[in-house]
């Protein structure tokens, strides 16, 4: 028997007012059960996202928005959907209930006025408790409780924090003899609040900088004095199980680290400088993001090239593109959508970034012997469907790599190439031979990263014809054809440390191998003259696609130009014949 659904607002939910007792539901199923989404566009997006980001691949293919996400969910639980982002909260107001209790019952109180105290939250469950404390503080005076998205409430919930250099100035004036392990969890979970990749601490003259790489950037986050960095770093060492007397040798390690209960993995590398020892820790989290094909920005007839190509029983499919653009990403979300109880997965990495059940996981160790050649044969010895392999950087790796592929083994992995054509080329100079690459390559993914427009403060604005010719000089005729032109971009905000941009997408060139491509393969053709097949073929450049996204309002035509430039020679060395 279907759950009916809760009484409108005015009505009693029970006799109490609770909304304990109401069914939980996933944010997608209400949507559906409240006619904001249809049963067809559910099914879809379930069928393409990971199970735990539907609604972020809704949001992304423009479905529903994050206003409709919230009224949707406060509707069902008989609250008023509140838009933390249409408000400014007032500072005074974190000051007005214990920080703790707050945080506690996630609730911010948003406005405040004589005999009225009106609060927010995503804590549906307990509105009573959070009426019950307020009351408690100010005493009669009504109350009222919204509702407002997680994420939203998450971002208010910091403001209770304070900056992370006064948190830690707190904690050393605690004197608190375990103060050193106190303050690497608060330097973790701080990373991990604003979504860090990186974290790295730099000795210098005037003290110790600590800096998170977000969205790409670095962003300074504290200072703090030499006298107490000894500490933190052997707190690093001894988590890191790597040596505390070693100051003057590069030392590499790894921690598994629980964070409230959440388990974090994070690489551990140290390098001596001119001013002591230098930590960066790269944040893997995997445990906190499930990672799916929808998440990365590809349109949809590149997905349907990365699905088409994932269903065959063989050949490889590379991803290519400089460090840190999102190779290693879009492998593991391939991996994610493949991995099934009938098909025996296996990898060979370095290192291993991410845990995935039910895939075989070999970690790259050349003191065992262990190297991406070795493993990769022993691999094939272990009766494979898919094997996937963190990089190809020799011959040997590249001639074992295709000939697993050709012998029934669909083979992923990454390639150093500026671009799809350039691939191709760059394999055939390593030495493989044109017959097996034209036989077992199927696609080649090349991918960049690109910041997103913040949410919270983006806006749109008229684009001059005389603006995008300084921006493209000879080529904004060809792309933007009524002038002048309305694109998006961030004004800057507490939520985007006001850089106006926040969250990463994926711009991506594809190249299909078709009979075409196999025949210059053959040829040993040039990049250039791969790329014109691929182009009439329906391949599109890095900044075409881009292009979709700066109209869509997901990214800025200044941050597209700024990783793919859209005009300028080929510098390529492999735009020739070899």
């Known amino acids: 028997m279907e759950d009916k659904l809760p009484p409108k607002k005015d009505e009693a939910l029970t006799k109490s007012g609770s909304v304990k007792s109401i069914k939980v539901f996933k944010?997608?199923?209400?949507?559906?059960?409240?006619?904001?989404?249809?049963?067809?566009?559910?099914?879809?997006?379930?069928?393409?996202?990971?199970?735990?980001?539907?609604?972020?691949?809704?949001?992304?293919?423009?479905?529903?928005?994050?206003?409709?996400?919230?009224?949707?969910?406060?509707?069902?639980?008989?609250?008023?959907?509140?838009?933390?982002n249409s408000i400014a909260v007032p500072k005074e107001n974190y000051n007005l209930v214990d920080p703790s209790e707050a945080k506690h019952l996630r609730f911010i109180i948003v406005k405040q006025e004589k005999g009225l105290i009106e609060a927010t939250t995503d804590n549906y469950k307990e509105v009573d408790e959070i009426k019950k404390y307020i009351s408690g503080k100010f005493s009669g005076s009504k109350i009222k409780v919204y509702f407002s998205l997680k994420e939203d409430i998450d971002d208010g919930l910091k403001t209770y924090k304070g900056g992370l250099e006064k948190r830690l100035e707190k904690i050393l004036n605690s004197e608190d003899p375990n103060f050193a392990a106190i303050y690497f969890d608060e330097i973790v979970r701080e990373a991990v609040e604003e979504g860090a990749s990186d974290i790295h601490m730099e000795p210098n003259i005037e003290g110790v900088l600590i800096r998170f790489r977000i969205d790409g950037v670095l962003h300074e986050m504290a200072r703090i004095s030499h006298e107490y960095y000894e500490n933190l770093i052997n707190r690093v060492k001894v988590l890191a199980n790597i040596r505390l007397d070693e100051h003057y040798r590069t030392q590499d390690g790894a921690i598994r680290y629980a964070?409230?209960?959440?388990?974090?993995?994070?690489?551990?590398?140290?390098?001596?400088?001119?001013?002591?020892?230098?930590?960066?820790?790269?944040?893997?989290?995997?445990?906190?993001?499930?990672?799916?094909?929808?998440?990365?920005?590809?349109?949809?007839?590149?997905?349907?090239?990365?699905?088409?190509?994932?269903?065959?029983?063989?050949?490889?499919?590379?991803?290519?593109?400089?460090?840190?653009?999102?190779?290693?990403?879009?492998?593991?979300?391939?991996?994610?959508?493949?991995?099934?109880s009938d098909v025996n997965i296996t990898t060979i990495e370095d290192p291993v970034e991410y845990r995935i059940v039910g895939v075989n996981q070999i970690q790259v160790n050349p003191e065992n012997e262990i190297t991406f050649a070795r493993g990769l044969r022993s691999i094939v010895r272990q009766d494979p469907n898919i094997i996937l392999v963190g990089e190809i950087r020799d011959k040997e790796t590249a001639?074992?790599?295709?000939?697993?592929?050709?012998?029934?083994?669909?083979?992923?992995?990454?390639?150093?190439?500026?671009?799809?054509?350039?691939?191709?080329?760059?394999?055939?100079?390593?030495?493989?031979?044109?017959?097996?690459?034209?036989?077992?390559?199927?696609?080649?993914?090349?991918?960049r990263l690109v910041r997103k427009v913040c949410q919270s403060c983006k806006y749109s604005r008229e684009y001059s014809e005389a603006e995008l010719k300084k921006l493209m000089p000879t080529t904004y005729k060809k792309y933007f054809k009524n002038l002048p032109a309305r694109l998006y971009a961030g004004k800057g905000c507490p939520k985007c440390?006001?850089?106006?941009?926040?969250?990463?997408?994926?711009?991506?060139?594809?190249?299909?191998?078709?009979?075409?491509?196999?025949?210059?393969?053959?040829?040993?053709?040039?990049?250039?003259?791969?790329?014109?097949?691929?182009?009439?073929?329906?391949?599109?450049?890095?900044?075409?696609?881009?292009?979709?996204?700066?109209?869509?309002?997901?990214?800025?035509?200044?941050?597209?130009?700024?990783?793919?430039?859209?005009?300028?020679?080929?510098?390529?060395?492999?735009?020739?014949?070899?």
């Not at 996202?49 to 809704?58: E, K, M, P, Q």
């Not at 063989?314 to 492998?331: A, N």
């Not at 053959?522 to 990049?527: K, T, V, W």
Request: net charge negative.
């Open 399 to 447: 001639e074992i790599a295709v000939n697993a592929a050709l012998t029934g083994h669909l083979l992923l992995s990454t390639f150093h190439a500026n671009n799809a054509s350039t691939a191709i080329p760059r394999l055939l100079d390593m030495g493989i031979e044109p017959f097996l690459l034209a036989s077992t390559l199927n696609l080649i993914v090349a991918q």
């Open 259 to 340: 964070l409230d209960d959440v388990p974090l993995d994070l690489r551990i590398s140290i390098v001596p400088i001119m001013e002591g020892q230098k930590v960066e820790i790269r944040v893997l989290s995997d445990y906190i993001k499930n990672l799916a094909l929808a998440d990365l920005g590809m349109n949809d007839a590149n997905f349907q090239l990365v699905d088409k190509a994932s269903k065959k029983t063989y050949g490889m499919i590379l991803t290519t593109g400089p460090t840190g653009s999102g190779k290693t990403t879009t492998l593991y979300s391939l991996l994610k959508l493949l991995n099934k």
């Open 27 to 84: 944010p997608e199923e209400i949507l559906v059960k409240l006619n904001y989404l249809s049963a067809e566009d559910l099914a879809k997006a379930q069928s393409v996202a990971s199970r735990d980001d539907v609604v972020g691949y809704l949001l992304q293919e423009k479905k529903i928005t994050k206003d409709i996400l919230g009224q949707a969910i406060a509707e069902y639980y008989a609250l008023t959907y509140f838009d933390l």
């Open 497 to 578: 440390n006001y850089t106006g941009n926040k969250g990463r997408i994926g711009i991506f060139e594809m190249i299909y191998i078709t009979e075409a491509i196999q025949d210059l393969i053959l040829e040993r053709a040039s990049s250039n003259e791969i790329w014109k097949t691929a182009e009439s073929e329906g391949a599109i450049k890095f900044f075409e696609d881009g292009l979709t996204k700066v109209i869509s309002g997901d990214i800025s035509l200044e941050e597209l130009l700024r990783v793919a430039p859209v005009e300028g020679k080929d510098d390529s060395v492999y735009a020739r014949k070899i």
